[in-house]
């Protein structure tokens, strides 16, 4: 057991994460970077960025409706509708040209 984020990584081959004495998630590590499923997990394996999201559908289009009003279109159907926060790693994101579809706008 240790506490060293960086010790856990190199040695282990899954990882449990503990929130006051609760298991949140155990799982590889490349599981727990990419597909945490809280925000405990997902912000204690690096620095990430969470979107709070509504799910629907727009023209027969799975959809991710933004707090800031933008409109994201899925690459997918999703499974079901609702409130849903969204992990983006920042090595994930690429800029785009302005006036680029499908993107988010930004500021720098």
Known sequence: MTHD????????DRIVHLNA???EQAA???ELYARPRTRFAASFMGSTNLLEIQLGQ???VGIALLKSGQVIAL???AASRGPRTVMV???DI?????GAN???TGTS
């Open 28 to 30: 590889a590590r490349s």
């Open 102 to 104: 499908n993107g988010l």
């Open 94 to 98: 690429r800029l785009l040209p302005s």
């Open 89 to 91: 790693r920042q090595e």
């Open 75 to 77: 690459a997918e159907q």
């Open 5 to 12: 984020q960086e010790e856990a990584l190199s040695l282990s």
């Open 58 to 60: 727009d023209a027969g």
């Open 21 to 23: 004495g609760n298991i």
